[in-house]
């Protein structure tokens, strides 16, 4: 089956400084990659669409300057949490989507990260 | 504005018995429903799905139901097991954005 990982699994920082988390499709091309954030006992709310070769799109309310994407081949995306503060703790999870019927999305394992 | 919906956020259900889980729904452009099972600080697992054309999808012990004109789709799991016990996510889709939509979430605990 498709597997998405994601590196770190888990990232304490300082308040301040800038994080980067790897999303990547182990075994087919992500046209597509989704991000996304869980704040505990909520919903996973969908911060941006992520397409190869081009700028992500991001939901309303989510900042591009904070929160920067780079989806630079089909199988790899990054998030860039840039000057993070403690509230940006959180659970960040990616998704890859491959092209079929309904673009499925294949999920990665998620990153906790701490700001201090 | 909450798109997906499940009013429940808990569920407590007797092992051999069955769980329903409950998801509602307000955009009518949605064609594509799925459920996932979540365990905290891990990423959600693909269970089950259905598309609008279909009312019913059944796999093992999980059977996905849709009531287009309700904007409603449940869950069915039968029988019950204790590693039933996590967090199900409803997601919703449409074929233009391809964008999913998750619930709130229902935490099932299946007690032995």
């Known amino acids: 089956g498709a597997v998405v990982s994601q590196h770190p699994s888990r990232v304490i920082c300082k308040s301040g400084t800038s994080v980067k988390i790897e999303c990547r499709s182990l075994?087919?091309?992500?046209?597509?990659m989704f991000w996304y954030r869980q704040f505990p006992k909520q919903s996973l709310m969908l911060m941006a669409t992520s397409n190869e070769g081009s700028k992500a799109t991001y939901e309303q309310g989510v900042e591009k300057d904070k929160f920067l994407i780079n989806h630079a081949s089909l199988t790899l995306s990054t998030l860039t949490v840039t000057s993070a503060h403690p509230e940006d703790s959180s659970f960040y999870i990616c998704s890859a989507s491959q092209p079929g019927l309904h673009n499925e999305q294949f999920f990665g394992p998620g990153t906790r990260l701490t700001v201090l | 504005d909450q798109q997906v919906k499940q009013n429940s956020p808990s569920l407590s259900v007797q092992e051999g018995r069955i769980s329903i889980l409950n998801c509602d729904y307000t955009?009518?452009?949605?064609?594509?429903f799925l459920w996932y099972k979540k365990y905290p600080a891990e990423g959600p697992t693909f269970l089950i799905s259905i598309s609008s054309i279909k009312d019913k999808n059944e796999d093992g012990r999980f059977t996905v139901f849709l009531n287009k004109s309700a904007k409603h789709l449940s869950l069915h799991i039968v029988p019950s097991q204790p590693g039933d016990s996590a967090v199900y996510f409803c997601?919703?889709?449409?074929?233009?954005?391809?964008?999913?939509?998750f619930g709130t979430g229902t935490r099932l605990k299946v007690l032995a």
């Open positions: 075994d087919f091309q992500a046209t597509t």
């Open positions: 997601a919703a889709s449409d074929s233009g954005t391809y964008k999913y939509i």
């Open positions: 955009n009518s452009m949605f064609d594509y």
